[in-house]
């Protein structure tokens, strides 16, 4: 009996140097006491309008629950003006893992942006929808001011979008999941139970190991979306081509049509439009050329011009939706290519359109 002694407090003190291992890997740093607080709930962005592409005249104070319009000859907000206005969105910012952290804002036409009082995007100037992005390093469970600067510098298209991802996983709009308007009252903790005795410890480790000689399940940290098997890296997919570009072709629009000496998307066409940004984000190595067309009433030249713009505002709205614009080009053709004779208003409406080119 007294051989098996040292054995049985060799044990015990293995079990508990895995209680205490497991208890530092799911507790916050610098507070041993406490368990991981669960992510918290925001309310989104402190926004603020204002008339004048640089802050002139302040219209309303509102919170957005996130950053996310395409908007042509439309205002933003009730009494801002639609061609030339300036949004100033303020926020806390939740990180809920240590690492590197990626801010993307898709802008039409100027974007500043901080965060933790750090400028990472400064594009303040006219651009077409392009997406601009920036990158920080931040502490798990902090929080950290954030500061978004839009202007709309010239009439008609106004695109912002605001998305940020953690290191490798995908990204996602910045909403009110993880954006507070003003800083929150101290987050909760729960109390962890006091360890028990030896003794105990004991008993329960030897259950369990005759319960289940096989393994034990390794618990996870909370809140964690990261493998506990060393991270590794899955295997890059290799995707065929032809089925990427047959599987873009499938949830493509033949046609986007507009109203007459319109280039503004109507907006039964946002669900298309949305499906299929979805798949090139999907597939990354499809291309798409757009040709823009309008029936063949008025002057030409003016035709060419509007059939262009009507081209440039899908892909506008593309690019919005997280679509690299190198990926998309454009032509405006005018009245020369009608799908139908331009003998009735309605053909003419099917000649108000633009078309898909994949490649």
């Known amino acids: 009996?007294?051989?098996?002694?040292?054995?049985?407090?060799?044990?015990?003190?293995?079990?508990?140097?895995?209680?205490?291992?497991?208890?530092r890997s799911t507790l916050p740093s610098g507070n041993k006491e406490s368990s991981p607080?669960?992510?918290?709930?925001?309310?989104?962005?402190?926004?603020?309008?204002?008339?004048?592409?640089d802050f002139e005249r302040k219209v309303l104070t509102r919170v957005d629950r996130q950053i996310d319009f395409f908007l042509i000859d439309r205002s933003p907000a009730p009494g801002v003006d639609a061609g030339y206005f300036s949004v100033r969105w303020t926020?806390?910012?939740?990180?809920?893992?240590?690492?590197r952290y990626r801010f993307t804002f898709v802008a039409d036409d100027g974007v500043r942006l901080w965060v933790g009082g750090k400028l990472i995007i400064d594009q303040w100037h006219?651009?077409?929808?392009?997406?601009?992005?920036g990158e920080v390093s931040l502490k798990a469970q902090g929080l950290y001011s954030l500061r978004i600067e839009y202007s709309q510098m010239k009439p008609r298209a106004a695109v912002a979008r605001a998305t940020w991802s953690f290191e490798e996983e995908p990204a996602g709009l910045l909403t009110d999941n993880n954006v507070f308007s003003k800083h929150p009252a101290p987050l909760p903790t729960a109390v962890v139970a006091k360890k028990e005795p030896?003794?105990?410890?004991?008993?329960?480790?030897?259950v369990a190991k005759k319960a289940s000689p096989a393994k034990v399940q390794q618990p996870v940290a909370h809140g964690s979306t990261l493998p506990l098997s060393g991270n590794k890296a899955e295997p890059t997919e290799v995707i065929?081509?032809?089925?990427?570009?047959?599987?873009?072709?499938?949830?493509?629009?033949?046609?986007?049509?507009?109203?007459?000496g319109r280039s503004d998307l109507q907006p039964e066409t946002f669900v298309e439009l949305d499906k299929l940004a979805a798949m090139l984000l999907k597939y990354p190595d499809v291309r798409v050329f757009l040709t823009g067309h309008t029936d063949n009433a008025g002057d030409f030249m003016l035709?060419?011009?509007?059939s262009n713009e009507r081209a440039r505002t899908v892909a506008g709205y593309l690019s919005a939706r997280g679509v690299v614009p190198e990926r998309i080009t454009w032509k405006g053709l005018g009245g020369v290519y009608p799908v139908s004779p331009n003998t009735t208003e309605q053909n003419r409406q099917k000649?108000?359109?633009?078309?898909?080119?994949w490649q």
């Open 91 to 99: 926020g806390q910012f939740y990180a809920p893992k240590t690492g």
């Open 126 to 133: 006219l651009n077409r929808p392009t997406p601009f992005s």
């Open 351 to 357: 000649n108000r359109r633009v078309e898909f080119i």
């Open 37 to 53: 607080v669960t992510s918290p709930k925001g309310d989104g962005f402190k926004a603020e309008y204002f008339n004048g592409s």
């Open 303 to 306: 035709n060419v011009a509007l």
């Open 198 to 206: 030896v003794k105990s410890a004991l008993s329960k480790a030897l």
């Open 240 to 260: 065929d081509p032809a089925i990427a570009l047959e599987a873009v072709r499938s949830v493509s629009p033949k046609f986007i049509f507009f109203d007459q």
């Open 1 to 23: 009996m007294n051989k098996l002694l040292p054995l049985a407090m060799a044990f015990a003190a293995a079990c508990q140097l895995a209680v205490a291992q497991v208890s």
